[in-house]
């Protein structure tokens, strides 16, 4: 069975500060997908990062950065300096198993407050 | 303009009146999907389809109907809504459905569906 844990539900922070959302997944397939995705309060839903399962490469974009662990089947999520803008629902999604259906985590709800 | 379009945004109504939400792309993607999403469960699958005449069940199938007759268009049919339908609804297209794996998916804004 395929499964996204997001156990943040909502996290609160004061602009500038660091915050790394957390998600774990399970699935019993060796070749699987992640992702980020953002929900602003508009609504939308932003594709924000896919990683493979065999590239455990962290990756950085600018403020984002993603620490993907096999060991402890996790792919964090961090922003450094945060930004009033940030503030939205943030989704972490898994693809396997041929790739028919993404999987999403519950969200967590991000506050950045001025 | 690549994009996604539902309509309609809004809808409010009654049990057992029969709803369509339209999906289009203008992408000529293969892959189309349609997710629910409520409060705590994040965003499920109702139904996907690889290509035309194609379509499949995910995991929250239960009171809806879904057609692929052209590539552009994946409605999402609602037979005799009940209130638990009420939710928020979301189209996703992909050029194909490897590309699924590439997290390309394209979302539309959503339709907010109300069931009394």
């Known amino acids: 069975a395929q499964k996204v844990t997001q156990a943040q539900t909502e996290i609160s922070v004061v602009e500038k500060e660091d915050v790394t959302l957390d998600c774990v997944y399970e699935t019993r397939d060796t070749t699987y997908y992640l992702f980020w995705y953002k929900q602003p309060p508009s609504g939308e839903l932003v594709f924000l990062i896919r990683r493979n399962s065999f590239d455990e490469q962290n990756e950085i974009s600018g403020r984002y950065s993603w620490n993907f662990q096999k060991s402890t089947s996790s792919f964090n999520f961090t922003i450094t300096a945060s930004q009033v803008v940030d503030s939205a629902v943030y989704f972490c999604?898994?693809?396997?198993?041929?790739?028919?259906?993404?999987?999403f985590g519950a969200g967590t709800r991000l506050f950045v407050k001025a | 303009e690549a994009q996604v379009t539902q309509n309609p945004r809004y809808l409010i109504t009654v049990t057992g009146k029969k709803l369509t939400v339209t999906c289009s792309q203008n992408m000529n993607h293969e892959y189309m999907s349609w997710y629910r999403q409520d409060p705590g469960l994040g965003l499920r699958q109702i139904y996907y389809s690889m290509n035309v005449e194609v379509t499949d069940k995910g995991d929250v199938p239960e009171g809806y109907k879904v057609s692929r007759k052209e590539k552009r268009n994946f409605p999402l049919i609602l037979e005799s809504p009940s209130p638990n339908q009420t939710s928020l609804y979301f189209c996703?297209?992909?050029?194909?459905?490897?590309?699924?794996?590439?997290?390309?998916?394209?979302f539309g804004e959503g339709s907010r569906l109300t069931v009394l």
């Open positions: 999604a898994l693809s396997s198993g041929g790739g028919f259906k993404t999987i």
């Open positions: 996703a297209s992909s050029l194909s459905w490897q590309l699924v794996h590439n997290g390309e998916l394209f």
